[in-house]
T-cell receptor, first 118, second 111 residues
């Protein structure tokens, strides 16, 4: 069964450093998402991406964050200058998204990257 | 008031028990209701997807939505140790593609 993959599984970085998190969405999906989950808290939406541009973003997704689809398969999240509070699990998701509420709207999540900022 | 409230648990039950997991919400625009299961160190996996009020059954799982009370439930019959996971409720307004998640309830089913 096709699945969303993410690398690395765990990333440790120093405060102020740049990190890039990698995702490979399901191959025939068109919409891509990043979410984060701080330990013990709820999953929070960061950004959605379609046709090589951001379609929606949350208040969390500020100028320190950027997303890119550098080729036909990868989808990346870059954090330019990491802060301690960026420590969280970051999940990538993808969907066909033909219609809201339809079966193609189902988001499939990857296993996540645990980001630890020291 | 938070948009989606969910008791984090943990909820510990013996194998074979009926489990009831619940969420309340405040946004009356929510029309689509989902339950995700999340195993340790894994991403959320969609279990149930319902629209508006009513019941939906899939095997041992039943999702209920009561929009008048802004209350949703997931029932698990004949619970198994393999059901041990965190269960996240999520919901969306009509026309929105972005779900709002609850904190998740940790379920432990012991043999």
């Amino acid at each position: 069964e096709p699945e969303v993959t993410q690398t690395p599984s765990h990333q440790v970085t120093q405060m102020g450093q740049e990190v890039i998190l990698h995702c490979v969405p399901i191959s025939n999906h068109l919409y891509f998402y990043w979410y984060r989950q701080i330990l013990g808290q709820k999953v929070e939406f960061l950004v959605s991406f379609y046709n090589n541009e951001i379609s929606e973003k949350s208040e969390i997704f500020d100028d320190q964050f950027s997303v890119e689809r550098p080729d036909g398969s990868n989808f990346t999240l870059k954090i330019r200058s990491t802060k301690l509070e960026d420590s969280a699990m970051y999940f990538c998701a993808s969907t066909m998204r033909e219609t809201s509420g339809g079966s193609t709207d189902t988001q499939y999540f990857g296993p996540g990257t645990r980001l630890t900022v020291l | 008031q938070k948009e989606v409230e969910q008791d984090p648990g943990p909820l510990s039950v013996p194998e074979g028990a009926i489990v009831s997991l619940n969420c309340t919400y405040s946004n009356s625009a929510f029309q689509y209701f989902m339950w995700y299961r999340q195993y340790s160190r894994k991403g959320p996996e969609l279990l149930m997807y319902t629209y508006s009020s009513g019941n939906k059954e899939d095997g041992r799982f039943t999702a209920q939505v009561d929009k008048s009370s802004k209350y949703i439930s997931l029932f698990i019959r004949d619970s198994q140790p393999s059901d041990s996971a965190t269960y996240l409720c999520a919901m969306k307004a009509g026309g929105s593609y972005i779900p709002t998640f609850g904190r998740g309830t940790s379920l432990i089913v012991h043999p």
